[in-house]
């Protein structure tokens, strides 16, 4: 027995002696209840929203119930009434959860996950390789969620993850050793992965989870499409061993004044054909609109999914329930690189003005692969000349700003400038520095300067792919490849500036700098020596 089986023994014990019993528990769902007496319902879920005095998830005489929390069964959204208490229609497998409010915290398990959810599957899930959902027989007669108050200013900062994606444990000791272990202690209000948490092996879960508990934040989790279960005949039983770790795949939460929901875009097409989609469908959307309709339109909406907008076929639909909003944002990963995307009209976006779509970098960079490093952590470089990292997101009300963090590097290290060798005096002015701005975007503003008394002029940026990745195929396809996994094909980026050296450079060593300031105020320089020959 675990400690922490150990203590959910003593919780239901003195629970029963209360005579209060409990639903079937689950992994992620110890924290749902049932109340004696209360009539158990094949078609409704019933419960209470209550403040959770004494922190034991299990409601006791004086935890009062809170008035107008919003709880869900994945589509339809109710507010609870003045005694804390929700009804909502339920299906024979169903996932009941609770919309956290601002001001109050949702529990949170061993590993730091959070308990938002109650799993109804009276049969459990069908047999897969992985584990999924054990029974939980007949629906509770009473399913009660506990809340915590919690003090959340206007100004906070959260944890980006995208694509952790170990293929075995030996990549999660890279996570662990490459970006987690800097993120210790850090003063964020939570962190979230952005799906693709585990690249198939969904045995690893377990083991991943605990690695980033160590970082000590509450952690929000959405699928990717290496978090299906591939033996799946169809869509609907393809997350069962992800829910039964997270629990649900969608959801929403308060945080501040800010509000996030959290998608699940991935689409699995069955075992038969063994290919995804990106797509929400029509349950997800309806839950989605429903939501929406208990939050201010002065508020910022955060909208989080694995596979970018872009590549998701209802995205007009979703469109049309944020284009009304003056202050909402996107987040995604997937694709192992990064890129700022602000849709517009020919994108199918109707709002008054263009949608920022953040698609962040990885984790895992690309997938580990590469040379290893001094400490044996592949380098990881993704297909834009981009490292592998994590981002911060700071909030101010409605007001956001994303900073990117390369992994084991300085925080300022945000770009790779690039020149030739065999600069010249009579060729310098034909010659082009490259910079790729690792989280640049199209409202960037990047200037060069060579010399101390140079002003500062613009680059330009371009489409390109990006030299130093070229160099690492190049070196790849040679007599002697260097060690670890190969490459992917090289990509090219939008985040590259270009200018020309001055022209008739002297002989001797010159400093070029680069400086660039970002669509949110950070600026940052680079600086690369270049020899004139």
Known sequence: MTLLDRR???RRSAALAAGVTFAPLLSGQRFAVAEPGAPVSGTFAEGVVFHDRSGSGVRKPGDEGIKGVLVSNGRDVVKTDSNGRYRL?????????????????????EHNLVRRHYLHRPNGSPKSEYPGIAPTGPLPASVDFPLLPSKEPSKF????????????????????????????????????SLGDIM????????????????????????RGNHDVNY??????HSGETYKSFYGPTYYAFDYGQVHFLILDDVTYEGAAAHRYHGE??????DFIKNDLAFVPKDKLVVVAMHIPLTGVHDREALYRLLEDRPHAMSISAHTHFHQHMFLEAKDGWRGAQPH?????ATVCGCWWSGAPDEMGIPHATMTDGGPNGYSFIDFDGPKYSVEFHPARRLPTDQMNIYTPDGVTSANSGDTDVLVNVYAGSPRSVVEMKVGKHSDWSPMRPTVTEDPYYVNLKKAEAGPNPPPGISLPDTGKTDHIWTAKLPAGLPKGTHLAQVRTTDMFGHTYTGRRIITVG
Do not use: C
């Open 8 to 10: 959910d023994f003593l």
């Open 89 to 109: 229609p339920v299906e024979d497998e169903a996932i009941i959860f609770v919309i956290k409010p601002s001001g109050w915290a949702l529990p949170v398990n």
């Open 157 to 192: 900062r959260m944890v980006l993850f995208g694509d952790p994606q170990p293929r075995d444990q030996k990549e999660v000791d890279y996570i662990a050793h490459d970006v987690v272990e800097d993120l210790i202690g850090v003063d964020a209000a939570f962190g979230l």
């Open 199 to 222: 690249f198939d092996d969904l045995s690893l879960y377990e083991s991943l989870n605990s690695v980033i508990a160590t970082i000590g934040l509450p952690w929000h989790n959405l």
């Open 231 to 236: 033996d799946s005949v169809d869509n609907q």
């Open 280 to 285: 929400l469908g029509q349950t997800q959307l």
């Open 356 to 360: 920022h779509h953040f698609n962040h």
